[in-house]
């Protein structure tokens, strides 16, 4: 048999063509923490917030001369009440570093520069890949932390900056309060969605539901915001059998640029999942009638967006950052340091609902 001999010496083999661009893995977060709250510029560490809760039940008849307030049955208010609640803004810090041996080898190590600066990445296609995965994750953490921040021993490290809201509401009479609903607590149903959504819309605090529409939002987890669309999609309207298939169609094929309810945005929050894997909040557990506490997963916070505050001494937590090169670690170092906390104000412009 002839030998062939065109690549009998051959030893090298094809490892295929390198592209020399770097991919970044999507970041993603669930809001703007800094559009859809009120925020508090120049805390440094504690300020005091004042609330005053509304004046009931004032007018009286008029009876005779008198110098004494309002009195009688006991359920009038004589007094300004004046309270404060107070914003403690943990110190949070931001510190990465990226050795510039670990590309030794690689195409990136193309992208380096010569000479004394070859090690200084400054100003590479590197240095930016750093630097935009590090704003991105700035951003995502401190949407994870206003909500799931948790500053007790027990706590995931990653969330012990500050006290969130989920654990700053679970110690007032908001707990109490939630609209527990009966489903598929795992994965939710098209029916037990809305119907979340209707039973803490109808069953909300007086003042929460003379709160502009606009002026509201409905926080709630993937699975229950994803249930909730295909009430949307679906060919009949869920509990009158109504058909509205153009409207369905028109849905499922061009998607939404806003999801309403009752003309109240509903907000998809992914960071909850990751929360409610990591820590244990109170919001989230229910102790069903003759059974054991037990943590749930899915529910929902309907809420005035005014009503949830966060004090921070910088505008942009995302911009609070430097990265410089360091000759002698031969290292390149990103720092962030700011202070951030959050708060609430009024128990009676917020309702929880879980799904249990």
């Known amino acids: 048999m002839a030998t062939n001999v065109a690549n009998n010496s051959i030893a090298a083999t094809y490892s295929g063509a390198n ?8 970041v993603f977060r669930s809001d703007d923490l800094m559009q859809n709250y009120r925020v508090i510029p120049n805390v440094k560490h504690k300020m005091n917030v004042y609330t005053s809760a509304a004046l009931t039940k004032i007018v009286r008849p008029y009876t005779a001369c008198s110098s004494s307030s309002n009195s009688g049955d006991g359920s009038e208010q004589v007094d300004f009440n004046n309270d404060d609640k107070v914003i403690t803004a943990g110190r949070c810090r931001v510190a990465l570093e990226q050795c510039t041996d670990a590309f030794f080898g690689t195409y990136i190590e193309e992208m380096y ?18 630097v935009n995965r590090a704003v991105k994750g700035i951003g995502q953490d401190v949407v994870r932390l206003g909500w799931g921040g948790d500053t007790t021993a027990a706590a995931n490290s990653g969330y012990k900056a500050f006290d969130g809201w989920m654990k700053l509401m679970a110690t007032s009479g908001i707990l109490a309060a939630r609209t527990i609903y009966g489903g598929t607590e795992a994965a939710p149903t098209a029916p037990e969605a809305i119907g979340l959504l209707r039973t803490m819309y109808d069953t909300a605090p007086a003042n929460l539901q003379q709160v502009p529409a606009s002026d509201k939002k409905f926080f709630v987890t993937p699975k229950v915001f994803n249930a909730y669309l295909t009430n949307l999609e679906t060919n009949t309207i869920v509990g009158t059998g109504i058909g509205s298939s153009d409207l369905a ?14 003309g109240v945005e509903v907000i998809p929050m992914y960071e909850w999942d990751t929360i409610l894997a990591d820590l244990d909040p109170a919001m989230f557990t ?17 809420v005035a967006t005014e009503n949830l505050i966060i004090g921070s001494d910088v505008t942009d937590p995302e911009g609070s950052f430097k990265v410089f090169y360091d000759d002698l670690e031969e290292k390149m170092y990103f ?8 708060q609430y104000l009024y128990d009676s412009l917020v309702q929880w609902g879980v799904i249990v």
């Open 19 to 26: 592209l020399n661009e770097i991919f970044y893995e999507p």
């Open 113 to 130: 520069k010569s000479g004394v600066d070859v090690m200084n990445l400054e100003g590479t296609q590197l240095a930016d890949a750093i």
């Open 249 to 262: 169609i028109t849905n499922t094929q061009r998607g939404y640029n806003a999801v309403s309810f009752r």
């Open 286 to 302: 229910h102790t069903p009638s003759g059974g054991s506490a037990t943590q749930y997963s899915n529910g929902a916070c309907y």
């Open 335 to 342: 720092r962030g340091y700011f202070k951030l906390g959050v």
